[in-house]
């Protein structure tokens, strides 16, 4: 069964600094993998995700994740933070047992705050 | 536009009460998903449906269930409101396909049950 581990439920980070956020993934097949943010008090919105091809996913508001099926991993970057970014990330891995009804497996969510 | 919209976002309801939360979608999705966030324990599902009339359990469904009537239209059920349903609820949707199409989220309907 797929399995999501976020690592950090918190990350601090100064404005203009690296955003690193962590994710690694349990499948037995090659996964499809995403990340979500969630703002306050709104729903969740799709950063990027990764399906196949290449490796390296472009997302908005300049964030990026790599796919790295040795490590198993799925870390979120951002070379600049912005105070806008300040928000709950979540990474999901899609529960390919589940007959193409599209279930998502979400990791418990690392939230981001930026300092000035 | 695609729009994920929840009929409620607080909600104060008294433990044994039967609470509905609606969600609606205009993206012509088959599938609808019925998710409770806390913290710490990211999104849990409770119900998904995969087409009207059709639903199947996720992985906490107790205290709950869900109805569709119409492919644009999910709604959870809590039967009989407890403290320990006191959450943030989420409404999603998305195409069928096999875990290549990403949901659709509402925004979200914070039930405080008293």
Redesign the interface.
């Known amino acids: 069964a797929q399995s999501v581990t976020q690592l950090g439920s918190h990350v601090s980070v100064s404005e203009g600094a690296l955003v690193l956020l962590r994710c690694n993934y349990s499948s037995s097949v090659p996964p499809y993998l995403f990340w979500y943010v969630q703002y306050p008090n709104q729903g969740l919105q799709l950063l990027l995700k990764y399906t196949t091809g290449a490796t390296l996913v472009k997302g908005i508001n300049g964030f990026e994740a790599e796919f790295k099926k040795s490590e198993t991993s799925f870390h979120l970057t951002k070379p600049s933070a912005h105070m806008s970014d300040a928000a709950e990330y979540f990474c999901a891995v899609s529960d390919l047992g589940s007959g193409g009804y599209n279930k998502l497996i979400f990791g418990a969510g690392t939230r981001l705050a930026v300092h000035p | 536009d695609v729009k ?1 919209t929840q009929s409620s ?1 607080y909600l104060v309801k008294r433990t044994g009460e039967k609470v509905f939360l609606e969600c609606v979608q205009d993206m012509d999705h088959e ?1 609808m ?1 019925w998710y409770r966030q806390d913290p ?6 409770i119900y ?1 449906s ?1 087409d009207v009339k059709m639903k ?1 359990k ?1 992985d906490i469904p107790e205290g709950y269930s869900v109805s569709r009537e119409k492919k644009e239209r999910f709604s959870l059920i809590l039967e009989s409101a407890s403290t320990n349903q006191t959450s943030m609820y ?1 409404c ?1 949707s ?15 309907t914070r039930l405080t049950v008293t």
């Not at chain 2, 710490?40 to 599902?45: E, K």
């Open positions: 994920v976002r599938n998903f710490g324990l990211g999104l849990r599902l998904f995969y199947e996720g989420l999603a998305s195409r069928p396909n096999y875990g290549t199409h990403e949901q659709y989220f509402g925004p979200g």
